[in-house]
């Protein structure tokens, strides 16, 4: 936990003179407050309370530990088919999130359920809308086998059918009798065109040859053009002339009756041929047809198979050639050609459950658009033409996951473009909707709009609780469609029953990984490890990445040490190890405390001056050092100033904290008079702001002794916030705040007398470094718990703080009494001030 942190950047300031001064003789001493004993500085795991001697004795622990409430929320989750049941799983990376939901998921995957294939087929009256058909499981492979096979048999049985006998004689008959028809029409029509005098020739226009009228003069078809010119010459009578042109106009009108008779009859005949085709050849196809039918028992394929008959008997001629075998080197390219020319009758399949025997379980680590609702995808043609069809539509983790469950990632979702809203609609309206993902603006979009699938899926999506209060505040959909919230908790109480889990969960690192065996002592130090992971002597962490690869990095260390078991020295090496990899910014400042760069005094006393406790939090390393705080006081109306609210490097929090010392003040001193004092307190050094109220009792401590011109230890560091009634409250990071001042201290030389005095309600929480537990036991080192006030105040003066009389005032030669006379002191002289700038 941050709680407040200071600046690491080196200053150029000059060090402050130390202000030693004794304590008045008239002040009565303090009663004395003793240091807490070590025992109560670290919980001990007791390894002869652990019975096996290694953990190759231990049965290792395969169940989820410590997430009991997680637990009950997952199995509702999973077990309950209404809508809206999907699960959001919260909580810290490394607490078994995505372990627990994998090894739930394996108990449900034994179920059987209803498995569907999903199937697209070519719509033949809206060829960019492709028709959607789900089937049991085993029934999608098997329509698409069915469908290859049927337009095979065709290929190969119709141009046999056409070339046979009885269908070329039932052919011919019938275009024998429409071209006797046409014979005979043609043979009336010139029979009156040579009884009129004229002849039907043909006559070449263009490259074209089209039929016409000629008169017939000496015994010779003439044209009217060359008859014109003898009538000019006058070898041939003008009135016959005339008499020939009005009828050839006559004849050529009939001659355009006649063939367009001509085309009536050759329409007929090819009508009759297609009768004949119907009668003999769609009996094959109907046949085949009626077998798929039969087959299956959907009415959407049976549908489709109505339409692929349809479809088939208006294309007919498109099986009449004989598909002969192609050359080698064409081979491939005949092939393609083969499957381009029926592409419409084939079935995308695009999810086949026919194999699987378990309800389906897909965790999508790469949520990208098209990897959770599929694509429609596009080809080259040869002329390096993109084209698509509905044979390239690919389906995505919510097809492949439907009947089953699909697990995603929270974050990852919300920061892939349009995942998240399509996500919603998906699980909205129990439809997947498959279409073109086009990020890409060199693309035209492609107009297909596949028809939506109906989806029987359960989402479970891991992410922390920041992303999920977030959803569900800001997005009125997202309680609608997710209504299990499983929380997993990151710590877990400390009993015999979660120690055994603990040590069953190290032998099962050990022995999937193939690692040595620990020893008593080694997992008793991992247990103690938990416990301060967790932050409280009560408590064990269930941050189980964080155990097992301290787990693997001491196996690494024994084989180092080419140890046959891991040891404790072994795990603490581990442990070592994994904080010095990572104390780059913690050596540094402490390097700079060192060289006075950083002032922190840690002998002597000051007035007004007090060292406070930080933590400085880099993300993956997080420690305690001291900071100096300062307070100085004066005849004035401005009450306590924040000075680093003033420069606008105070956060909320610390705010808080100065706004509650405020009122204890008013609550302790100005019950009589009115607080007239100007106070400045401030974290001196800091450059990067502060935040928490750890301080605030820090704070009074400085104050109380500006206030009083007492002096206060500057061999005690201090941490604990306060309310306004004086109570000491619990706070963060006590350990690391701890051994920041004793690290201090120890590079500056241990006294005996340095320690730290922290809330008394934080002494569960101890957890200390075996370095620091040593100093204690040796008495160079103290730790305070202290629950008010009064008690630092007595701890850091060693003065008697002072209790409040009946009359209002405090006992003489106490610090309150001090404070107050110093409080009344200015009450007075703004009074005299005020009075005396009024006359």
Not at 175 to 190: A, I, Y
Not at 208 to 215: F, K, N, S
Not at 603 to 630: C, M, W
Request: charged share 30%; hydrophobic share 35%; with cysteine.
């Amino acid at each position: 936990m941050k709680e407040s942190t200071a600046s690491t950047k080196p200053l150029r300031s000059a060090r402050p003179m130390k202000t030693d001064r004794p304590v008045p003789s008239k002040l009565k001493p303090a009663s004395r407050h003793a240091s807490l004993p070590p025992e109560k500085l670290r919980w001990r795991c007791n390894p002869d309370s652990i019975k096996a001697k290694t953990s190759a004795e231990i049965k290792p622990s395969r169940e989820i530990i410590g997430q009991e409430r997680a637990l009950r929320a997952l199995r509702l989750g999973l077990a309950m088919n209404h809508f809206g049941y999907n699960i959001f799983v919260t909580g810290l990376s490394g607490t078994g999130r995505t372990t627990t939901i994998k090894r739930l998921l394996h108990v449900f995957e034994s179920k059987r359920g209803e498995l569907r294939d999903h199937c697209y087929v070519y719509n033949f009256k809206h060829p960019d809308m492709p028709i959607a058909i789900s089937l049991p499981a085993g029934q999608g492979r098997g329509l698409k086998e069915d469908m290859a096979n049927f337009i095979r048999d065709l290929v190969r049985d119709l141009p046999a059918l056409y070339e046979s006998q009885r269908f070329q004689q039932a052919r011919k008959s019938v275009l024998s009798h429409f071209q006797d028809r046409q014979k005979s029409v043609l043979l009336d029509f010139e029979k009156k065109v040579k009884e009129k005098g004229f002849e039907l020739v043909q006559v070449q226009v263009g490259n074209l040859m089209r039929p016409d009228i000629a008169p017939v003069v000496a015994e010779k078809a003439t044209n009217l053009d060359e008859i014109d010119g003898l009538v000019q010459k006058g070898e041939f009578a003008k009135e016959q002339y005339e008499a020939l042109k009005a009828t050839q106009v006559v004849l050529e009108k009939q001659m355009s009756i006649v063939f367009r008779e001509l085309r009536n009859i050759e329409k007929k005949a090819q009508q009759s041929v297609v009768e004949v085709e119907e009668r003999l050849v769609m009996p094959m196809v109907d046949e085949y047809i009626e077998i798929l039918k039969t087959t299956y028992e959907s009415e959407r394929v049976k549908s489709y198979l109505e339409e692929v008959r349809s479809n088939i008997k208006q294309n007919l001629n498109r099986f009449q050639k004989n598909q002969q075998p192609a050359l080698p080197a064409n081979e491939a390219q005949e092939e393609e050609e083969e499957e381009d020319d029926f592409l419409e009758y084939q079935v995308n399949l695009l999810v086949d459950n026919s194999d699987t025997e378990h309800i389906p379980i897909v965790i999508e680590t790469n949520p990208k658009f098209k990897n959770i609702f599929g694509t429609v995808e596009r080809v080259m043609e040869r002329g390096g033409v993109w084209k698509t069809d509905f044979t390239q539509i690919k389906p995505g983790a919510l097809l492949q996951a439907d009947g089953g469950y699909l697990v995603l990632n929270a974050l990852d979702v919300l920061l892939e473009p349009g995942v998240w809203q399509d996500l919603k609609r998906s699980l909205r309206t129990g439809k997947a909707e498959l279409q073109p993902n086009e990020p890409m603006y060199g693309f035209a979009p492609t107009g297909m709009k596949p028809e939506a699938i109906d989806l029987n899926i359960k989402v479970i999506m891991i992410g922390d609780s920041e992303v999920y209060q977030l959803l569900y505040l800001r997005d009125d959909d997202f309680k609608k469609i997710f209504k299990i919230r499983a929380d997993f908790d990151y710590e877990m109480v400390r009993d015999s029953s979660a120690v055994s889990q603990y040590l069953g969960f190290v032998k099962m690192v050990t022995e999937d990984e193939k690692l040595r065996h620990f020893d008593r002592e080694a997992m008793a130090s991992l247990v103690e490890f938990g416990v301060r992971l967790s932050g409280t002597q009560k408590k064990l962490s269930t941050r189980f990445n964080v155990l097992a690869d301290v787990i693997r990095e001491a196996n690494y260390w024994a084989e180092e040490d080419v140890a046959p078991l891991v040891k404790a020295k072994h795990v603490r090496k581990a442990i070592e190890e994994r904080i010095y990899r990572v104390k780059l910014v913690e050596d540094k400042v402490q390097e700079m405390i060192t060289d006075g760069v950083i002032m922190i005094d840690t002998q002597g006393a000051v007035v007004g001056q007090v060292n406070g406790l930080s933590v400085y939090d880099t993300g993956e390393h997080a420690f305690g050092k001291p900071a100096r705080i300062t307070a100085k006081t004066s005849l004035g109306r401005a009450g306590v100033i924040n000075i680093e609210r003033e420069s606008e490097m105070s956060g909320p929090t610390h705010n808080k904290g100065f706004a509650i010392l405020s009122g204890y003040l008013r609550s302790k001193f100005a019950q009589d008079k009115p607080l007239i004092m100007s106070a400045s307190v401030t974290f001196e050094q800091s450059y990067s702001g502060v935040d928490g109220d750890s301080a605030s009792s820090t704070e009074i401590y400085a104050i109380l002794s500006s206030l009083a011109d007492l002096p206060l230890r500057q061999d005690i560091a201090v941490t604990g916030s306060v309310n306004q009634n004086g109570e000491v409250q619990p706070i963060g990071g006590v350990n690391l705040k701890i051994e920041g001042f004793f690290d201090v201290c120890k590079e500056k030389g241990l006294t005996g007398s340095q320690g730290v005095m922290v809330p008394k309600t934080n002494v569960l929480d101890l957890m200390l470094r075996e370095d620091v537990l040593e100093a204690v036991k040796k008495k160079l080192f103290h730790i305070y718990a202290v629950s008010s006030i009064d008690e630092g105040v007595e701890i850091l003066t060693g003065c008697k703080a002072g209790n409040k009389r009946t009359n209002g005032s405090f006992e003489p030669g106490t610090v309150y009494h001090l404070v107050d006379s110093k409080l009344r002191f200015y009450a007075e002289q703004w009074k005299k001030y005020e009075a005396g700038h009024e006359q």
